[in-house]
C-alpha cells in the first residue's frame, strides 16, 4: 500500500485507488457531516446563509441540518450563550451520537463576545463542553464557518482508528456525560457547588479539544485575577509630561546662555 | 420639524397637565419629596407631569377615558440610587397621531409597590414582568407576577446600580 | 365515547420552529391549545446594563445585535435618541442616506419574515432560500457603505459614517428595477397556494381593540385594520417629504399580516425610488463636521421612537451629564407584540402555533435582549 501521498494521487489521477480503512472510512465520515439545527443569536443568521445558494454548505456534504441531536454529527453553537440556555445546550450535546463534533461560531461562543460582561453571558462555552474548531468574528463571515468546516475536516482525517475510544472492541461507546449545570441563586452551579458566579467570572475552568482527551485544563480562573488593561491616558499624560520637561529644558538653556 | 415635535408635545403636557390639575388633583405628586444629593447631577428636576405612584392606575384610566390616549406605549424603571427613590416613566400615544404624553412616577427604594396597569392595558404584563424581574419593582394587582427573563431561584435584581458587577468593563468604577 | 385527557407539551428552547431560543409550554386537549405560556430569557444578553457601562458612541455596535436583521434601523433609533438628548442637527443629505439604508432593511426583513413563514408551514426551504437571494442582494450593498453584511455599525451622530461610494447608486437602481418581479412571485406564491390559503386565512385573528390594549405595533398591528404608521403618525427624520401609503388588513389574521408586509415592500421600493431621485439636490455632506461623536449630553432624559420593520423601537435614555448613559432602555417591538400570543393561540391546533408566532416576526436578540 502506497503510504506516499504524492504517489497515491498520481495514481489517482490515473484512475487506480488504494485506500487504508482508516483513511476509507474517515473520508466517508468528513463527506457527510450533518450538522444540528441549532441557532442562539446573530451568528445562527449567517449560519443559515452559509446553508442557502450563495455559499452553498452541500458543496462540503454539510448541508443537512438535522432538528434532532440524535441525528447530528456536528454541533455549530452559534450564537451567544447565557447562562439560562447552559443547560439545555450541554444536554443537547450529551444526547449526540460519538463521534460528535463542535464548532464554536463566533466571538461570543468562544468567549462571550461583546457581551462578556453581562451577568447572564457564559464567557465561552468550552467552559461546559470540549470544542474542535473556534471561528472568530462578530459575526464570522460564511466564508469564515465554511473555512471552519474544511479545518474540522482536515482533522477528521487525522484521526487514528486505533486511537478513537469509539471505535473498535474496546469501543466506550458514549463516553461518561457532561455534567449538566443546575440554576442556583447566585449563578450556575455543578453538583451543588457555584461554578458560574452571577456578576463575576467562571471559578472553572475550560475543556481541552477532543484531540486531548477533553480534559478539564488545571488552570482555574480566578475572580482576583482580572486582567487589567494599560492606563492608556496615563501613559499619554506622562509620554507628554516627558517631552514638555524636555521642551523646557531647551529654553532653560536658551534663557543661562 | 423636530421644534415642532416638541412645541407640539409641550402643549400636549401642560393640557394633561390642567385636565389631571382640575379633575385629579390628589394624583400630582408635589415634586420634592425625595432628596436631592449635594454635588451630584439633578436627575429628579423635569418639566414631565409626576403623579403619586398609588393614583397610577386612576391616572392612566383617566387619560385614556377623557384625553384618548388610548395606547400605552412603554414602561421603564430607572434606578436613581443616590436620590433613594425609583422612578417609573409610562409613554402614552393618542391613535390620532402625534409626540408621546410622559407620566412620571417615584417610589421609595425601600418599598417599591405600585399599582399595576397589567388589568387595563394587558400589553403592560410584560414590560411589568421585566421591572419586577430587573429592578424588583411589585405591581400590585398583577395576575402573573413572575420572572422573565432570569430563572426563577435567582437572588438579587440585576438592573439595581448596586447589583455587583465585575469584568473587564467594569474596572473603573 | 373516547375521552381525552389534558396533555402538556414543551416546544423549544430548541426547536427549529421558535426562531431561535424561544420556549412555549403548551396545555393541550387531544390537538387544541387550552393554554399557552411563553418563557423568555434564553437570549437575554444583559443589553441595557452593558448599555450603562458603555460611552455613548460604544453602544452602537451593540444595537446591531439586538435585532440582528435590522441593524440599520435600530442605529436610526438609536442615533435619533442621542441627537435628541444632545441636540445634534443631521444634513440634509445624510438623513436620505438614512432612510435609503431603513427601507432597505424593511424590504430585507419583510422577505425573510415571508420565507420564514413558508418554512414554518412546511415548505422546508424552498421560500426562504429566494428570500435570501434577495437578502443577499441587499447585504452586497450593506457591505458596499459600511464594509459588513449584518452588523453594519453605520450610523454616527449627526450623520452616517462614511459617504456613499460611486459605485452604490448605480447598484441600487439596478435592484429597484429588478424588485418587482420578486415581490410579485411572493404574492403569488402566497395567494394563489391552497394549502397556504387554508393554514392561513382565519387563523390567530387579532382584533382591533384588542391589539391596541396589547399595545401591538407594526405590521401586527396594521393588519387588524389600524392605519397607524409612526413614520405618518409623528414623523421623524424626513419621511413628511415622501408620498407612501400604509396598507391595512381586513381580517387580522395570519394571512392578512403577511399581505401587509407584501404591500410594505412596494411602499418601500417607492419611498426608495422617491429618495433617489431627491438625493442629489440634498444640501449638507453625509455628516455633520460639527458633531462630536464623545459627546456629553446634558442632564435629562430623551425618548425617541421609529417604525422599524417589526414595529415601534423606541430608545429611552437618561444622561447624567457623563460620557455615559444613566438608563439606556430599549422599547422592542416584538417583545410586546409576543404578549397576545397566547390569546391567538387558544382554541386552535397545535400546527398553526408555528404559523401563528411566524406571522408576529419575533428577533430573539430584541425580544430578550
Ligand atoms: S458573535 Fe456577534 S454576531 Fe455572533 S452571536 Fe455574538 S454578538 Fe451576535
Redesign the interface.
Known sequence: MPSDDAVQSDLEQQGVFFSTLNRFYNWGRRSSVWPM??????C???M??TG???YDLARFGAELFR?SPRQADLMIVA??V?K??VP?VVR?YNQMPEPRYVISMGACATSGG????????VRGIDLYIPVDVYVPG??P?PEALLHALMTLQSQIDRQNLKQVRWYGKKARPQSQDFPVPS????GLEIDGKLVDP????PLISSYSSPMEGEQRRDQIEH?EL????PDMERELREETSASYAEALEGEDQHVRR | MSDDNSELSARQRDEARAALQRDLPFALSPSGSFPSPEGGPDLLATSDIVVEAQQIAAVARYLRASLNYIYLSNITAVDLLAHGCFELVYHFYRLSGGPALTIKTRLPREKPELPSLTPFWPGAAFQEREAYDLFGIVFKGHPDLRRI????????F?MRKD?????????SE | MLSTDELQINIG????STH??FRLLTRLEGETIIELTPVF??????HE??GE?NSYLQNM??TD?LD??NSMANNHAYALAVEKLAGIEVPERAEYIRVIMVELTRILNHAGAIGFLFNDMGAW?TQ??FS??E??KILDLFEMVSGA???CNYFRFGGVVRDLPPEFLPALQDLLEAMPAFIDELERLLSENEILLARTQNIGILPKELAISYSVTGPMLRASGIPYDIRKAEPYSIYDRFDFDIPIGSVGDVYDRFLVRIEEMRQSRRILLQALEQLPDATGSHINPKARQNVRPPVGDAYTRIESPKGELGFYLVSDGSTKPYRYKIRAPSFINLTPLGDLCRGHKIADVVVILGSIDIV??EVDR
Open positions: 439545527a441549532f441557532g442562539l443569536a446573530c445562527a443568521i449567517e443559515m446563509a442557502l445558494s450563495r432538528a450564537g451567544t447565557t439560562k440556555m439545555q443537547l461583546p457581551f462578556r460582561d453581562g451577568y447572564n453571558v462578530c459575526p463571515r440554576y442556583g441563586p447566585h452571577v456578576g463575576s467570572l475572580p482580572v486582567r487589567v488593561f | 427573563y432570569m430563572w426563577d431561584e435567582f437572588e438579587g440585576p447589583f455587583v458587577r465585575q469584568g473587564d468593563k467594569y474596572l | 428552547p430548541q426547536h427549529p431561535g431560543v430569557g434564553y437570549l437575554h444578553r444583559n446594563q452593558l457601562a455596535p451593540f445585535r440582528y436583521f426551504q426562504l432560500a435570501m437571494r437578502r443577499e453584511r449584518m452588523m430573539l436578540g
